[in-house]
């Protein structure tokens, strides 16, 4: 283990050589912010232990905050661009700690409503400046490895922050509120003493600009349209995981404290293999990283098929981390090179609001199908949806590779990564 351990720690350091200061304090901010990230995955238990909604209820509650987040891709990526990288993550940093601290003392059935949506608008709306400002600031060619280490954080800051929420709760859950706001407002402080405005000059917005807001550009670039399909695809599949998969195994007998073991596969795999992966996604076609991503997702689903046993439910976990440990470094530095300049913002608003959208759909849908059909209709029918985006992407690969091909003539902030 500690063998393991310091190749890991060589790793990271090999993997973090070269990359900007600014972007370590992004990378240090979004840990801080991770390692208080205790509200969203105890949501429901909040609304139905301590506020006494109904599961229902607690559905509808949630519900409203994804759609707080699938707003917050167009609104924080629009803002972005418009008024400048620092501006909306100070504002959706600290606007978001008192749509936290709002949540944990609402009382009244409107104020969590409204406290909900809010929290998922306003919470969320960093996330598209953080990647734009990473596009800004880190080379083309080492921006798949910048996000790689970014998703890597993020994780590691979630696994630490589940057991510490667990103790924290204890306490009552408004501590997990207050300490949810207090971490997002210190990414929010450590933003305003050490990070500046990194919108390149030529892409700030012109005279009369303000009139025509560049939110759904990315909506008519047919190029991001085809790469999206995969991604919505994919990411619905994924979001299974968090309702269809844990009611699908606990009916079949499975403790809920297994599933939480076989669950923790996940994140043990993404802390310890996602350093390792940015080398040897470098030697493949960033297509074919991403058929991969989704095959292997697929195919980890699928897998679930074969029932509650804990080890093949645990190999299931560990086939679909594959896939998600492939695709999160390489469809983000995609979604860098595709948009233009001055709408970097707004194209990873529209990348995060993919992963809200489908994350929206996908419990009702799985749900839908899992009550209609049964638990193999379900995971036969991820397996055969992750074949398809994968055979998606590779279908669509050559259209991206000219429009590459082309945006290198003009532009020097294209990576030189094959598609």
């Known amino acids: 283990m500690k063998h393991l351990l310091g190749r890991l720690r060589a790793e990271v350091r ?242 809920p404290a297994m599933f939480g073991t076989v669950l923790g596969v996940n994140g043990v795999l993404i802390v310890l293999l996602q350093p390792f992966v940015g080398r040897v996604l470098g030697q493949v076609r960033r297509a074919t990283a991403l058929a991969w991503a989704s095959a292997l997702t697929g195919l980890g689903f699928g897998l679930h098929a074969l029932g509650a046993n804990p080890g093949v439910a645990a190999f299931a976990v560990a086939v679909w981390t594959l896939g998600e440990i492939a695709q999160a470094p390489a469809a983000s530095a995609v979604v860098a090179d595709l948009a233009p300049t001055e709408q970097r913002g707004t194209y990873q608003g529209a990348y995060y609001m993919l992963w809200a959208l489908s994350a929206s759909i996908a419990p009702t849908l799985g749900a839908w199908v899992l009550g209609h059909f049964g638990s193999h209709a379900l995971w036969g029918g991820c397996l055969v949806v992750g074949l398809f985006a994968a055979g998606w992407h590779l279908a669509i690969a050559d259209a991206r590779r000219r429009r590459m091909a082309a945006l290198r003539l003009t532009r020097t902030d294209v990576s030189a990564a094959l598609d």
């Open 14 to 255: 090999a993997t973090a050589g070269g990359l900007p200061g600014t972007y370590w304090y992004l990378w240090t901010g979004t840990l801080v912010n991770r390692l208080g990230s205790f509200v969203v995955p105890f949501l429901a238990l909040y609304l139905t232990r301590e506020r006494g909604f109904r599961v229902e209820e607690a559905g509808m509650v949630v519900s409203l905050h994804g759609v707080g987040g699938v707003l917050a891709g167009l609104v924080g990526g629009t803002l972005a661009d418009r008024v400048g990288r620092r501006k909306t993550l100070l504002s959706g940093l600290w606007l978001g700690a008192a749509a936290m601290l709002s949540m944990g003392f609402a009382q009244e059935t409107w104020h969590i409503c409204v406290s909900a949506f809010l929290l998922g608008l306003l919470g969320e709306l960093y996330r598209p400046a953080v990647s734009a400002a990473i596009s800004d600031v880190v080379k083309p060619e080492d921006r798949a490895r910048a996000f790689g280490l970014l998703y890597w954080v993020i994780n590691v800051g979630f696994a630490i922050a589940l057991p510490l929420a667990g103790l924290a709760s204890r306490f009552g859950f408004l501590v997990l509120f207050v300490a949810d706001a207090c971490t997002t407002f210190l990414y929010g402080l450590l933003v305003w003493w050490k990070v500046p405005e990194t919108r390149p000059e030529q892409a700030a917005p012109g005279a009369g600009s303000s009139r025509r807001l560049p939110s759904l550009a990315p909506f008519r670039d047919e190029v991001f349209l085809a790469f999206a399909l995969s991604i919505v695809l994919t990411s619905i599949i994924f979001s299974q995981g968090n309702v269809t998969l844990p009611m699908d195994l606990t009916a079949k007998g499975m403790s």
